[in-house]
């Protein structure tokens, strides 16, 4: 049988796909695959009622323990994206793969999405799997499909429309992160209203302490209770956001070239994020820190195009493992006025010493004493002054014995 498995959201794209995919394309059976990266329980309720309602058969997979260790993998790494912690870009791999194993499963000859040409999406999909060899249908993209065409469609059809706010918007969720995009969020100068935001509060005055603890780069325990990944971020998502910890509102420059205005939520993210950074610069040495910037970079770039299993995110892997081996120990964070701000580090791998670095002691360390930087002193600096009495006769001239 010719038969497509459709990456299905319930919302307003995949709804309209299902009926387009046998229309347009010709599949005598099209098959629903939902995937379970910590999307809210009612999104699931509501496609399986669309899925009802437009005689869908769905399946529903759980891949939150597998996206919730990608995502503390990302904090070892200290993804980012342009300011923001990546979110949607960590999850469609493991959405993609896990879609991809059913479709094998259940005999699928295709598989099919409902992402725009305009997009990431679209190519972090079919990264995974284009070589499957299986066919791959995009219908919003290859017929392009405007969502006014869609909801339009989708009434005269009658088609159930299940997304927010009867579909202007995009909304995205996950364990990690909430993204809102489309309607008049697409106007940069548009201010976003109140009622985007569920994750998190308007900051306020109000504050909290918060401690995190790490082993080898993985957060824990929170406040000395250990948790799971998946209950980790669950509960760091739910005690930083009324601090109005972990909004985004960015310009964001997409795969395709298109600069494009998102709004994103996450307060767990946010929270790891700076806790990590900051037993990272108690633990590294001044030359790991500096090389580990441009691997991070690395790493969260290859996030981001959705090549995770890639040889190259294989070796930022290896180097970031090597590190991360003494980024063990705590942080706590002051979360106030929408920030999360390191107040506390402890860690038995510092690279630290209090009476070394102290104003009050007239010792370093071992048999190091202040005046031994008077050698390092005259030292600093001198081929910035050589160079600049090359150019300028007013700069004193520096000769050694051997010159006349």
């Known amino acids: 049988m010719n038969r497509v498995a459709l990456a299905f959201s319930g919302g307003l ?38 899925a009802k309602e437009i005689s869908l058969d769905l399946t529903i997979l759980d891949a939150r323990n597998d996206f919730a260790n990608l995502c503390l993998d990302s904090v070892r790494a ?3 994206y342009q300011g923001y912690p990546l979110g949607t870009a960590l999850a469609r791999p493991i959405i993609a793969k896990a879609i991809l194993e059913e479709a094998k499963n259940t005999k699928c000859t295709a598989l099919a999405h409902g992402c725009t040409g305009k997009g990431n999406d679209q190519l972090r999909f079919e990264a995974i799997w284009r070589g ?30 299940k997304s927010g706010n009867d579909g202007i918007w995009s909304i995205d ?48 325990a929170v406040d000395g209770t250990n948790y799971s990944p998946v209950d980790l971020i669950n509960h760091l998502n739910k005690i930083c956001g009324p601090y109005g910890v972990g909004r985004t509102d960015v310009m964001e420059d997409r795969i395709l070239g298109l600069k494009v205005r998102e709004n994103y939520e996450h307060p767990a993210a946010t929270a790891l994020l700076n806790a990590h950074s900051a037993l990272e610069d108690l633990v590294l040495t001044k030359e790991e820190r500096k090389f580990k910037i441009s691997v991070d970079d690395a790493w969260a770039e290859q996030a981001y195009l959705g090549l995770i299993y890639s040889p190259f995110m294989e070796a930022l892997n290896g180097f970031i493992s090597t590190t991360q081996k003494r980024v063990t120990g705590s942080v706590t964070l002051d979360l106030q006025g929408g920030h999360a701000r390191a107040v506390s580090r402890e860690s038995p791998y510092a690279v630290h010493s209090a009476s070394a670095a102290s104003f009050n002691t007239s010792g370093v360390i071992d048999d190091i004493t202040q005046s031994d930087a008077i050698g390092v002193a005259k030292y600093h600096g001198l081929q910035e002054r050589m160079s600049s009495a090359l150019f300028d006769p007013k700069f004193p001239t520096h000769k050694t014995k051997n010159d006349k």
């Not at 499957?132 to 429309?161: C, H, V």
């Not at 909430?178 to 306020?204: A, F, K, V």
Request: proline residues 7%; contains cysteine.
């Open 13 to 50: 794209d995949t709804t309209v796909c299902v009926s387009i995919l046998k229309e347009e394309y010709g599949y005598e059976d099209v098959i629903g695959v939902s995937v379970n990266v910590g999307q809210p329980q009612n999104e699931f309720e509501q496609a399986k009622e669309t």
């Open 78 to 80: 200290n993804a980012s």
């Open 173 to 220: 969720t996950n364990l990690w992160s909430r993204s809102i995009e489309g309607g008049e969020l697409e106007d940069p100068s548009t201010i976003p209203p109140s009622s985007i935001y569920e994750w998190t509060q308007s900051p306020s005055s109000e504050s909290k302490l918060v401690t995190i603890e790490f082993v080898e780069g993985y957060p824990v």
């Open 132 to 161: 499957s060899g299986l066919e791959i249908a995009a219908p919003i993209r290859d017929l392009g499909l405007t969502r006014t065409w869609e909801i339009q469609y989708a009434k005269e059809n009658n088609l159930p429309i």
